[in-house]
């Protein structure tokens, strides 16, 4: 038995990565555009160039 993971030790010692803790930074400080909001604005900007 002495090759099975000790889970309870491995929880008390876990850390995030860094790489994770920026990534959750990232999503919550800023204005992330998806695909459907890229879309919109495209549509938006080709009715306004037809409208001139």
């Not at 790489?19 to 555009?33: F, G, H, K, R």
């Not at 695909?35 to 080709?46: C, E, P």
Request: proline residues 2%.
């Amino acid at each position: 038995m002495a090759d099975m993971i000790n889970f309870e030790k491995e929880l008390a010692t876990y850390q995030p990565s860094l790489e994770v803790d920026e990534a959750e930074e990232a999503i919550y400080n800023n204005d992330l555009t998806d695909l459907s909001d890229i879309l919109d604005r495209i549509l938006r900007d080709k009715k306004n160039q037809r409208a001139d």
